[in-house]
């Protein structure tokens, strides 16, 4: 329902005005003209919900991998039917982490820009700081410099810092009536100079074509537009990935299944091959050290036909499950083998109360930090699917974002939080009126952060790259 919601941008009304007044394509539409198929993976299409910008109701950007001629590429694309494409911090923060995907895995970028720019109300929050909106121009920079390929379509307002997304990159098609680029529109040159001016006039496609040189294709439509990309693209002498034909096998059980096998708690699992067998290819699993530190479950199989090291929660992360993980991360990378984590962490353990007990959770400590050393060095790529809990340190060790992963998913009964709020106590609502003000305040708390360890807290924060159905695992 909510993938459904975010989907029609800033509602019916928006879309119609977007469509029929301005006469210009609805962001979607846009990507089905440019795409070779259907074959489309949405980033982090919550992010912004029901985050504290009025009535925003996502991030105003629209990111995703797809094909064009082939050629795997990242899409950044502004939805002007929110704010008028306007950029909010949250929209900054989406486009980064796309451009991020782009330069890890070294995919071209295409920007289809329909921007009416920063919102300046918050601009402490998306201007001046390393990871706000001039990162996106030093980023396009850079992937010049890898020789990573960046195109754009200037297909409606493109002002002040939108300005320079297309032109940094290195071919630039701008649409007839509808595309314009300046660093101020007319009124700000009204209230500077007393001057009229015509948004065609000051930034319009002739200008920018004919004189400026800032675009370097004219179209007379948006449909030509896309054409014109899809042109350039099959002109860059980027090669497509050759698209290996390889058979492989379904697993033997349906991966609908996975909705029923979904743990909502870390306390109460199921043995984690039970999900795995709903995933591998011929439910093929060949386990490494099965008998060693069970609670981490690790071992190579493959995911439609593609050779993977999986390592898996299978309990709380113990002393030999931790060393164990990092023996067989240390594998994976030395064979180059990719790494998908399954992490349904469990939240600290109560503190030891003997001598013996803080012995035995020192050294666990010490083999967790020999595990997320491996993961941090592992030079492979890294996947990582939150399957339950994610929880304190142990979501570091089994990869969490701030380890970095090439991608990270959720399941949406997922929680991520440092410390699980269903082992607080709470004071009975009978109670409430007698019991102090340290009662009061701890039932709060447990509220607060029963509400910030959703899935869905987490990914309109963009902490990851999208909530997905257990059922379609494989498939993203």
């Known amino acids: 329902e909510l993938l459904e919601m975010v989907s029609k941008g800033g509602g019916e009304n928006a879309i119609l005005r977007h469509t029929q007044r301005n006469k210009k394509l609805f962001v ?5 003209m440019l795409l070779d198929d259907e074959s489309f993976l ?8 029901n985050m504290p910008y009025g009535d925003v109701p996502a991030a105003g950007c629209l990111t995703g991998i797809g094909k064009i001629c082939g050629v795997w590429c ?8 929110v704010k008028g494409g306007t950029i909010y911090p949250i929209g900054v923060k ?7 995907i782009a330069m890890q895995n070294r995919l071209l970028s295409v920007y289809l820009v329909d921007s009416g720019g920063a919102f300046l109300p918050l601009q402490s929050e998306l201007f001046p700081d390393k990871s706000h909106g001039g990162r996106l121009f030093y980023n396009e920079a850079i992937m ?6 960046q195109v754009a379509v200037v297909c409606g307002s493109c002002v002040a810092g939108g300005a320079y997304v297309p032109t940094m990159a290195e071919e630039a098609v701008i649409v007839d009536k509808i595309g314009t680029l300046f660093l101020a529109g007319p009124p700000l040159v009204k209230a500077a100079t007393g001057e009229n001016v015509s948004p065609e006039d000051l930034g319009g496609a002739k200008l920018h074509s004919k004189v400026s040189g800032c675009s370097d294709h004219f179209a007379s439509s948006e449909k030509e537009a896309y054409e014109c990309i899809r042109n350039i693209i099959s002109t860059l002498n980027y090669e497509p990935l050759p698209e290996e034909v390889i058979e492989y096998d379904s697993p033997l059980y349906s991966s609908d299944e996975l909705l029923g096998l979904a743990p909502r708690s870390y306390n109460y699992t199921l043995p984690v091959k039970l999900i795995l067998s709903r995933l591998m290819d011929g439910s093929r699993f060949q386990e490494f050290k099965a008998y060693y530190g069970t609670t981490l479950v690790t071992g190579f199989g493959h995911v439609e036909g593609h050779l993977v090291g999986i390592v898996a929660s299978n309990g709380e992360l113990s002393h030999d499950a931790s060393l164990k993980g990092s023996h067989f991360v240390q594998l994976c990378s030395q064979r180059r083998i990719p790494i998908l984590f399954f992490q349904n962490t469990a939240p600290h353990a109560a503190e030891p109360t003997s001598i013996s007990q803080a012995e035995a959770h020192t050294n666990k400590l010490k083999a967790q930090a020999s595990m997320m050393s491996a993961v941090a060095c592992a030079a492979v ?41 269903r082992c607080f106590f709470t004071v009975p609502k009978s109670e409430e009126s007698d019991c102090t003000g340290d009662g009061l305040e701890l039932n709060h708390l447990k509220k607060k952060l029963e509400e910030e360890s959703s899935a869905f807290y987490s990914s309109a924060r963009l902490w990851d790259d999208g909530v997905i159905l257990p059922q379609n695992t494989r498939k993203v």
Request: proline share 7%; with cysteine; charged share 20%.
């Open 28 to 32: 979607r539409e846009r990507l089905k």
């Open 42 to 49: 949405e980033l982090s299409p919550l992010a912004g919900l």
């Open 74 to 81: 990242v899409f950044i694309a502004n939805d002007a039917t």
């Open 94 to 100: 989406k486009q980064l982490r796309a451009q991020e």
């Open 144 to 149: 010049s410099a890898m020789k990573i390929p």
């Open 381 to 421: 790529p890294k996947i990582t699917i939150v399957i339950g809990g994610c929880y304190g340190s142990e979501s570091y060790v089994m990869c969490g974002r701030s380890f970095s992963p090439n991608f990270l998913f959720l399941w949406p009964n997922a929680r991520v939080a440092l410390v699980d709020s």
